[in-house]
């Protein structure tokens, strides 16, 4: 049962949305697949309806990785996107304004933070763009470091995520920081749009996808602001 109290809430929530558009201008990861699409079916032609085929890497715009992205099979995984919890995904964040930022972000990027264990959520989000380039990629992004990870998940942190193609630098080939993420048993976004936020503690609401032979999903994420409604200590 939901409480009259929350309803209210949430009537008077503001929703943001944290997604980066896809279309078939949408940047992606060197070496990925864009996004592309044919329709299959038009209502000019039917008169009955439009359909559409799509391609894409899942890893394209605002998305979730599974673990099977870094280790073990794609299809079938008991690791997949698809069996991941859902609970991660949806509960009180902390938004932090680092922009503009580049390179690696540490544990002393954020140490305020990391002193102030009381305001900390069990998700945090990184903002380290003012502005975020959907039509091209930048190879000078923000990304994490391993430190930083093993900090947050001392602290109890569950999920994390940015505003960048990805957790590790660019040119990575043994990809450190995915694999702490997995090793501390944390989940983690990418790509996310947070031009039109500022620092603060919202609801996120982000889950991925059912695709249970996939290593990623598409998410649109969602910020909800409930002001000083709704006790953010959960």
Same mark, same amino acid.
């Given at each position: 049962?939901?409480?009259?109290?929350? #309803?209210?809430?949430?009537?008077?929530?503001?929703?943001?949305?944290?997604?980066?558009?896809?279309?078939?201008?949408? #940047?992606?990861?060197?070496?990925? $697949?864009?996004?592309?699409? =044919?329709? *299959?079916?038009? !209502?000019?032609?039917? %008169?009955?309806?439009?359909?559409?085929?799509? *391609?894409?890497?899942?890893?394209?715009?605002?998305?979730?990785?599974?673990?099977?992205?870094?280790?073990?099979?794609?299809?079938?995984?008991?690791?997949?996107?698809?069996?991941?919890?859902? %609970?991660?995904? +949806?509960?009180?964040?902390?938004?932090?304004?680092?922009?503009?930022?580049?390179?690696?972000?540490?544990?002393?990027? +954020?140490?305020?933070?990391?002193?102030?264990?009381?305001?900390?959520?069990?998700?945090?989000?990184?903002? $380290?763009?003012?502005? *975020?380039?959907?039509?091209?990629?930048?190879?000078?992004?923000?990304?994490? $470091?391993?430190?930083?990870?093993?900090?947050? #998940?001392?602290?109890?942190?569950?999920?994390?995520?940015?505003?960048?193609?990805?957790?590790? =630098?660019?040119?990575?080939?043994?990809?450190?920081?995915?694999? %702490?993420?997995?090793?501390?048993?944390? !989940?983690?976004?990418?790509?996310?749009?947070?031009?039109?936020?500022?620092?603060?503690?919202?609801?996120?609401?982000?889950?991925?996808?059912?695709?249970?032979?996939?290593? #990623?999903?598409?998410?649109?994420?969602?910020?909800?602001?409930?002001?000083?409604?709704?006790?953010?200590?959960?």
């Amino acid at each position: 049962m939901i409480s009259r109290d929350i #309803a209210a809430a949430f009537d008077r929530c503001e929703v943001v949305d944290i997604s980066q558009s896809i279309s078939t201008r949408s #940047a992606s990861f060197p070496g990925d $697949t864009a996004f592309s699409y =044919q329709v *299959t079916m038009s !209502y000019s032609d039917s %008169k009955l309806a439009n359909v559409s085929a799509l *391609t894409m890497s899942p890893h394209v715009g605002t998305h979730a990785d599974a673990p099977n992205h870094i280790e073990g099979i794609i299809a079938d995984s008991p690791q997949s996107i698809g069996r991941l919890p859902l %609970k991660p995904y +949806i509960g009180p964040v902390n938004v932090v304004d680092l922009s503009p930022f580049h390179g690696p972000i540490s544990s002393e990027s +954020i140490a305020a933070l990391l002193a102030n264990g009381g305001d900390l959520q069990k998700r945090i989000l990184f903002k $380290t763009r003012i502005q *975020t380039p959907f039509e091209q990629f930048q190879n000078d992004y923000a990304f994490f $470091t391993p430190g930083l990870i093993e900090s947050l #998940a001392d602290l109890g942190v569950e999920l994390i995520g940015i505003d960048t193609p990805s957790v590790d =630098q660019v040119d990575s080939q043994e990809l450190p920081v995915h694999h %702490k993420l997995r090793e501390r048993n944390m !989940y983690w976004l990418e790509n996310l749009d947070l031009s039109d936020v500022t620092e603060d503690i919202y609801c996120l609401v982000a889950q991925p996808l059912k695709f249970v032979e996939l290593e #990623a999903s598409p998410v649109r994420a969602l910020l909800l602001n409930f002001g000083d409604t709704v006790d953010s200590s959960s």
